[in-house]
């Protein structure tokens, strides 16, 4: 089970952590991503995280302004969010490749489980 959190109403040029958190023994050996979904618009990715959290990826909209992060020891994703701009407005949602599975990616189908989703909203 996946329980995102952190989002609010910020202004442009704000900063915001979510957090997503895992229940589960394994939580170590899931690769774990962030997505996100504006209105009217479809589900798009964000960020990736490997197991070991050496290897991340981060949408070309979102480089150099979001970092993706994890603690393994607190089972926590999270997705740290700087020079937030108006099009960052969205519901983001983490979620997690099956056990097992090594390799970050921006397929939502290779994503087993999700949370229930934070909104984030960013006033002009």
């Known amino acids: 089970q996946l329980q995102a959190s952190g989002g609010g109403l910020v202004q442009t040029g704000d900063s915001l952590r979510l957090s997503c958190a895992a229940s589960?023994?394994?939580?170590?050996?899931?690769?774990m991503g962030w997505f996100r979904q504006a209105p009217g618009k479809e589900r798009e990715f964000v960020a990736s995280i490997s197991w070991t959290g050496v290897s991340t990826l981060h949408a070309d909209p979102v480089k150099g302004r979001f970092t993706i992060s994890r603690d393994n020891a607190k089972k926590t994703v999270y997705l740290q969010m700087n020079n937030l701009k108006p099009q960052d407005t969205a519901v983001y949602y983490c979620a997690t490749r099956a056990q097992g599975e090594s390799a970050t990616s921006t397929v939502q189908s290779l994503y087993a489980y999700w949370g229930q989703g934070t909104l984030v909203t960013v006033s002009s």
């Open positions: 589960g023994r394994t939580f170590s050996i899931w690769v």
